[in-house]
């Protein structure tokens, strides 16, 4: 018989892990990327979610990471107007070509 030194993890748990992992590691010389933030749980557990990991991203000193946040939740569009010096809404547009995904357009997002 072996022993492991792992523990089991809940696969619930593995996506808020590697959140709080990225937000504790994350400097102002990071690029994070980060994709649907927030999906998976309730519609107001995932805005919350999202709009908490955006607003810890962003920073409270000079400037926070270079981040690419991708989510459904178009609440979080006012961030921009809250920040406008610190975040921008992108709208990207791309194509898929057979087994290649393509940036056709990405133009500023004027929600």
Same mark, same amino acid.
């Given at each position: 018989?072996?022993?492991?030194?792992?523990?089991?993890? &809940?696969v619930?748990?593995?996506?808020?892990?590697?959140?709080?992992?990225?937000?504790?590691?994350?400097?102002?010389?990071?690029?994070?990327?980060?994709?649907?933030v927030?999906?998976?749980?309730?519609?107001? &557990?995932?805005?919350?979610i999202?709009?908490?990991?955006?607003?810890?991203?962003?920073?409270t000193?000079?400037?926070g990471?270079?981040?690419?946040?991708a989510?459904?939740?178009?609440?979080?569009?006012?961030?921009?107007?809250?920040?406008? &010096?610190?975040?921008?809404?992108?709208?990207?547009?791309?194509?898929e070509?057979?087994? &290649?995904?393509?940036?056709?357009?990405?133009?500023?997002?004027?929600?």
């Amino acid at each position: 018989m072996t022993t492991s030194t792992h523990q089991a993890v &809940d696969v619930s748990q593995i996506a808020p892990r590697e959140k709080a992992e990225i937000l504790a590691q994350a400097t102002r010389r990071s690029l994070v990327i980060l994709d649907e933030v927030g999906r998976g749980t309730s519609t107001f &557990d995932g805005l919350a979610i999202a709009w908490a990991v955006a607003e810890q991203l962003h920073g409270t000193g000079p400037r926070g990471p270079r981040t690419l946040f991708a989510t459904h939740y178009h609440e979080l569009t006012t961030l921009a107007d809250q920040h406008p &010096d610190r975040v921008l809404n992108l709208h990207v547009l791309v194509r898929e070509f057979g087994a &290649d995904i393509i940036v056709h357009s990405l133009t500023k997002f004027m929600g």
